[in-house]
């Protein structure tokens, strides 16, 4: 009997001893099957518990490494995407003026004024205010119609009456020029002959009232 727990002694240390000489500092391997409930028993159960307790702490290591290696590729990607949108618009700008450059030389006064008006409209969109004045939105505006006028081959010719103090007057970016868009593509451009773009401000106290008619094709009533 006493020989029988000699070897049942000597085989759990060295299997322990083993186990412990052949674990790595990042992969330790469970004892299994403890059954035993004396000190050698206690000894691979306490092992146990903290060979899965670094386990866990391991891979917790482990996820928030890979983490802060995806949120370091995603920042490198954010910048690269800052950088290009700031090297897209002045390689588009320059492309631009040298057109115009180019398009003035040669007395070529179309396409010279719709490359300025295209700079414009690409500079005054990339801008951050979510508010300009009416002015800089009317100026933006007829930039966009003297665009659409050269592309129509003079087709229709376009009013812009705004007698108000334009410049002490905010409104918001883009406000006006999507529903010129809409007017000159649905109003104009499938009209026959001749048309007609007029664009009116008007200030009734602190009210500003801006309307944009054409005598393009019309929206039938059951549209409306």
Do not use: W
């Not at 000894?43 to 518990?49: G, H, I, K, Q, T």
């Not at 505006?141 to 050269?150: G, N, P, R, V, W």
């Amino acid at each position: 009997m006493v020989l029988l727990l000699n070897r049942s002694l000597t085989a759990r240390i060295s299997r322990l001893s083993s186990i412990f000489r052949n674990t790595e500092d990042e992969n330790l391997v469970e004892i299994e099957n403890v059954s035993a409930k004396d000190e050698i028993g206690d000894l691979m159960r306490n092992y146990n518990r903290m060979a899965s307790r670094i386990t866990t702490l391991v891979n917790i290591v482990y996820k928030n490494r890979i983490l802060e290696q995806e949120m370091t590729v995603a920042r490198q990607k954010a910048e690269l995407l800052a950088l290009r949108s700031q090297i897209n618009p002045h390689f588009i700008y320059n492309s631009l003026e040298l057109i115009r450059a180019s398009a003035t030389e040669h007395n070529m006064t179309e396409i010279s004024d719709t490359a300025l008006a295209i700079g414009k409209i690409l500079r005054y969109s990339v801008k951050g205010e979510d508010f300009v004045t009416l002015q800089n939105e009317l100026d933006i505006t007829s930039s966009y119609l003297k665009i659409q006028h050269a592309r129509f081959h003079q087709r229709f010719d376009f009013i812009i009456n705004a007698p108000v103090e334009q410049e002490r007057l905010y409104v918001m970016k883009m406000l006006i020029q999507p529903l010129v868009e809409n007017s000159v593509f649905h109003g104009i451009e499938p009209k026959q002959g001749h048309s007609i773009i007029i664009i009116s401000a008007s200030l009734t106290g602190k009210d500003l009232s801006i309307c944009i008619r054409d005598n393009g094709i019309g929206i039938p009533a059951d549209r409306l």
